[in-house]
């Protein structure tokens, strides 16, 4: 019974490109949220999608940060033009309604040259 | 606004004694709060949980307690063992959502034999 699967583990660009993460949630999870963690610091909410539906993204920045969680396939975090300070950890998690227990994916390791 | 804050790691015991990792928060309502721990390698994992005051969560042998008149909810285990060596995290959430999550920065754990 496979977990949440997050791809790529780690992943470095270059000042400018862009990044795409992707999550697959548990089977039969419907509610996708996507985490940031800082160095040294704890992990910040970014934002909640149900399928093909964003809920909550009052933690995502207003600029060059993407997230969608289409009908077929995972849910994408995309970031363009990306800079130094995007360097983290990106986690997602999944659960099967609003009030549901989250599940972590390992993380997706965003380092930025 | 609301956060979380825990005691700065790291913290190094050995096997067999009793740990504490303090945790307090504030908010302005009645959040539910949660510990969550990260193996090396690996992404969080729910320890326990507490959904209100003097609520008691307890998991593995770890334990915590839902205090209002202190907003603690301090980490507890009796006797650790090398394997609880990890991250551990204190959150809070709202309205039964465990999705919009507020986190401390972590307290690192190392336990030597």
């Known amino acids: 019974n496979a977990g949440v699967m997050q791809n790529p583990r780690h992943l470095v660009r270059r000042r400018g490109q862009e990044a795409r993460l992707r999550c697959s949630p548990m089977k039969g999870h419907s509610h996708v949220y996507w985490y940031r963690q800082l160095p040294e610091e704890g992990l910040k909410f970014m934002v909640y999608?149900?399928?093909?539906?964003?809920?909550?993204e009052s933690g995502m920045p207003k600029e060059r940060f993407s997230a969608e969680f289409p009908k077929e396939g995972p849910s994408i975090l995309r970031i363009q033009q990306v800079v130094r300070g995007d360097s983290a950890a990106y986690f997602c998690a999944s659960s099967d309604r609003n009030t549901g227990e989250l599940f972590f994916g390992e993380g997706s390791r965003l380092t930025v040259l | 606004g609301d956060s979380v804050t825990q005691m700065e790691g790291p913290v190094t015991l050995s096997e067999e004694a009793f740990l504490t990792i303090n945790c307090t928060y504030t908010?302005?309502?009645?959040?539910?709060l949660f510990w969550y721990v990260q193996y090396p390698g690996e992404g969080l994992q729910l320890l326990l949980k507490?959904?209100?005051?003097?609520d008691k969560g307890s998991n593995k042998g770890f334990e915590a307690t839902y205090r209002k008149e202190t907003t603690s909810f301090h980490l507890e285990k009796g006797s650790v063992q090398v394997s609880d060596s990890a991250v551990y995290f204190c959150?809070?959430?709202?309205?039964?959502?465990?999705?919009?999550?507020?986190f401390g920065k972590g307290t690192k754990l190392s336990v030597k034999p």
């Open positions: 999608l149900q399928k093909e539906n964003i809920i909550d």
């Open positions: 959150a809070l959430s709202y309205g039964g959502s465990q999705g919009n999550l507020i």
């Open positions: 908010a302005t309502g009645y959040p539910s």
């Open positions: 507490a959904t209100k005051a003097d």
